[in-house]
């Protein structure tokens, strides 16, 4: 059986034209949290040119609306795209409406981990925050605030013991941070207590969830492409959705790869990670 290998591109004016619409992660691939990357806004603007729907989707635990006052602030303006759609979206969302059986059954105590103290994500939710894992009926785990993950340990055993369950706003296990080092992400989290025997919901990619509601609120039936750095999340969460994924190499899988890498080499590196892209570059550009 021949297996299609990834293909380099250039830049998106390689292969733009073959899309309706485009999903684009933001962390790693428009910017590293401080800065743009170079000529992302310019790519950005000649995707929106072409005519097709242009969507951010990003695995943060932030509610959209700090999505788009970031996006602002960094360059992106409201004109560069359709929409934007985030994970910790997505659970508000589930809070607020509770028609999901996970979300349903929940008591009204969380105890949260978080990057700040940001709590727009529970807002007018009814739900009260605790810090007592003794007095909590679920655990929000929407950012990072210890040193490690095995300083999680205790208070995850605990919460086990009580048979808690543990919903997760933002999926990665790992991020970019703009001196380029990698920092764990609430994603760990929930995969270090969903392997400890803990009942975990998640939200964002790969989960289809966002990119149904993207086809639905963009009305585009097209072809689409996902673009992005990473290949668990990113490039598998775009296959999940019928799309073709172009796999930005200069991300969180930078150190994986050499800057020239060979087609063979991204395919491994897809491989081991369940999802092989249609294209790679090192950079997203257009």
């Known amino acids: 059986m021949t297996i299609l290998l990834p293909k380099p591109i250039s830049g998106l004016r390689d292969i733009a034209d073959g899309y309706d619409l485009f999903v684009v992660d933001q962390w790693g691939v428009l910017h590293d949290g401080a800065k743009p990357h170079p000529g992302a806004i310019e790519a950005l603007r000649k995707l929106k040119e072409t005519g097709a729907a242009v969507t951010l989707l ?168 996902g673009i992005g750095d990473s290949l668990s999340h990113d490039i598998a969460g775009a296959v999940g959705a019928g799309m073709d994924g172009l796999f930005i190499t200069g991300g969180i899988h930078r150190d994986d790869l050499q800057e020239n890498a060979d087609a063979e080499s991204v395919a491994d590196l897809g491989r081991s990670h369940g999802a092989i892209p249609t294209y790679y570059q090192r950079g997203f550009s257009w």
């Open 58 to 225: 990003s695995n943060s635990g932030k509610r959209v609306s700090e999505s788009y006052k970031r996006l602002s602030a960094l360059g992106f303006s409201r004109d560069l795209y359709d929409l934007a759609i985030t994970s910790g979206e997505q659970v508000h969302q589930g809070l607020m409406r509770r028609d999901d059986p996970f979300y349903a059954t929940l008591g009204p105590r969380f105890l949260m981990f978080a990057w700040d103290d940001d709590r727009a994500i529970v807002d007018g939710t009814g739900f009260d925050e605790t810090d007592d894992i003794e007095q909590a009926d679920f655990i929000l785990c929407a950012g990072t605030d210890r040193p490690s993950l095995d300083a999680y340990r205790p208070i995850l055993t605990r919460a086990l013991e009580r048979g808690l369950p543990l919903t997760c706003a933002n999926p990665d296990r790992v991020s970019v941070q703009p001196d380029g080092s990698l920092k764990i992400c609430p994603g760990a989290i929930a995969e270090l207590y969903e392997g400890m025997g803990g009942t975990v919901k998640w939200h964002g990619k790969p989960g289809q969830d966002a990119y149904r509601a993207i086809r639905q609120e963009t009305g585009v039936s097209g072809p689409g492409l």
